[in-house]
């Protein structure tokens, strides 16, 4: 299985700052990464699809970079409505496997 | 309008079968590309894949949980199944159901069911 590596666990910004997370794959996964953000007790939204692609309806402040095993999700002004924690998913090779989630907080 | 929602028995005892139902709207089972997967997420802990199911019937299982599992679909009435046999309390958790466009995982989300295994 391919093991997602999610960093940081823990993230504590203030509101307008550019916010960093990032997610490493035991292996090349080319671009078959997404990210997808959890509120507390709703279910996750995709927010970027294959590696930087951004979902419809999603706001601009968000983006994704990264190919072959390091990827990066940039919140480049953080906002008080993205509390959240941030899971990223392979799909490249089977079983998909996800990150084990960032814990994004207001400082 | 895209909607998915899960539902289950809410509780069962270690050693039951689980069946979880996703009834959906805004798409079909039977278009080219789409898909629905099953994912779970124990209370305060991360996404686990369980399985997909295509509009061609093609279906993926996540090996670890050692052929418990069963993924099937009624596309007539817009609803996937997942069974999962011989279950333990380690099998406790939310379920969710998700949509598959066409090479994109999990656009949509249903609300997820909370399923607790105990005796």
């Known amino acids: 299985d391919i093991q997602m590596t999610q960093s940081p666990s823990f993230l504590s910004a203030s509101v307008g700052d550019r916010v960093t997370i990032n997610c490493k794959a035991s292996?090349?996964?080319?671009?078959?990464l997404n990210w997808y953000q959890q509120k507390l007790g709703e279910a996750p939204k995709l927010l970027i699809y294959?590696?930087?692609s951004l979902q419809t309806g999603i706001p601009s402040r968000f983006s994704g970079s990264g190919s072959g095993t390091d990827f990066t999700l940039t919140i480049s002004s953080l906002q008080p409505e993205d509390v959240a924690t941030y899971f990223c998913?392979?799909?490249?090779?089977?079983?998909?496997?996800f990150g084990a989630g960032t814990k994004l907080e207001l400082k | 309008q895209v909607t998915l929602k899960e539902s289950g028995p809410g509780i069962l005892q270690p050693s039951q079968t689980l069946s979880l139902t996703c009834t959906f709207s805004?798409?079909?089972?039977?278009?080219?590309?789409?898909?629905v997967g099953w994912i779970r997420q124990p209370s305060g802990k991360g996404l686990e894949w369980l399985a997909n199911?295509?509009?061609?019937?093609?279906?993926y299982y996540n090996p670890s949980l050692k052929n418990r599992l069963t993924i099937s679909k009624d596309t007539s009435n817009n609803q996937a199944f997942l069974k999962i046999t011989n279950v333990d309390t380690a099998d406790t958790a939310t379920y969710y159901c998700?949509?598959?466009?066409?090479?994109?995982?999990?656009?949509?989300w249903g609300q997820g069911t909370l399923v607790t295994v105990s005796s």
């Open positions: 199911i295509w509009w061609d019937d093609d279906k």
């Open positions: 292996q090349n996964i080319n671009r078959y």
């Open positions: 294959n590696a930087n």
């Open positions: 805004g798409f079909s089972l039977s278009t080219y590309g789409m898909g």
């Open positions: 998913l392979q799909h490249n090779s089977w079983p998909y496997t």
């Open positions: 998700a949509r598959i466009d066409w090479g994109i995982p999990f656009a949509y």
